[in-house]
T-cell receptor, first 114, second 113 residues
Framework: EDKVVQSPLSLVVHEGDTVTLNCSYEVTNFRSLLWYKQEKKAPTFLFMLTSSGIEKKSGRLSSILDKKELFSILNITATQTGDSAVYLCAVLNAGGTSYGKLTFGQGTILTVHP | DGGITQSPKYLFRKEGQNVTLSCEQNLNHDAMYWYRQDPGQGLRLIYYSQIVNDFQKGDIAEGYSVSREKKESFPLTVTSAQKNPTAFYLC????????????FGSGTRLTVV
């Protein structure tokens, strides 16, 4: 069974701090790893990572994948109160009976205080 | 605008009743998915469908049923056999087999009273 574990489960910081969110995974046939941000309702897409060692960047957010060690990190620099959300990591299975199945971690609840 | 529409946004159900959650997409996506989210937890897969008239059980399918008679629609029925149905339900769709990620609906919050 595919498994995704995120840490920490919750994090409280002040504006301007830098945070690192962790995601480790076990999947039978790895296709890609995705990060989502969930504020109130629908998760919104942040990054899709397929290759090791290639950093993806969008503004203050960046992410990288290590396929040898089976983990990914999501960095947020100069945090703002608008970054407060649940951050979800998920892995996409690309083989066998689980083809196309996206398995999520528990999420990290990030709270940014002014 | 293309997207996924879930209805209703809030739903209350008495114990022992079946209830159906609607999910419609106009993105021409092949695959559709249902996830359940409990407070403080991630998303858990209930059912998914990659083509019309075909669907597969996810990790927590017991007490739920689905149909996929049209490409655009993937309704989820929460049956009386589901022992703890109070949760937030999210529908998603993807091109092909999710290689380009998923698009999510806004969710339905189901409460058993």
């Amino acid at each position: 069974e595919d498994k995704v574990v995120q840490s920490p489960l919750s994090l409280v910081v002040h504006e301007g701090d830098t945070v690192t969110l962790n995601c480790s995974y076990e999947v039978t046939n790895f296709r890609s790893l995705l990060w989502y941000k969930q504020e109130k309702k629908a998760p919104t897409f942040l990054f899709m990572l397929t290759s090791s060692g290639i950093e993806k960047k969008s503004g203050r957010l960046s992410s990288i994948l290590d396929k040898k060690e089976l983990f990914s990190i999501l960095n947020i620099t100069a945090t703002q109160t608008g970054d407060s959300a649940v951050y979800l990591c998920a892995v996409l299975n690309a083989g066998g009976t689980s083809y196309g199945k996206l398995t999520f971690g528990q999420g990290t609840i990030l709270t940014v205080h002014p | 605008d293309g997207g996924i529409t879930q209805s209703p946004k809030y739903l209350f159900r008495k114990e022992g009743q079946n209830v159906t959650l609607s999910c419609e997409q106009n993105l021409n996506h092949d695959a559709m998915y249902w996830y359940r989210q409990d407070p403080g937890q991630g998303l858990r897969l209930i059912y998914y469908s990659q083509i019309v008239n075909d669907f597969q059980k996810g990790d927590i399918a017991e007490g739920y049923s689905v149909s996929r008679e049209k490409k655009e629609s993937f309704p989820l029925t929460v049956t009386s056999a589901q022992k703890n149905p109070t949760a937030f339900y999210l529908c998603a769709s993807s091109i092909g087999y999710g290689h380009y990620g998923y698009t999510f609906g806004s969710g339905t919050r189901l409460t058993v009273v």
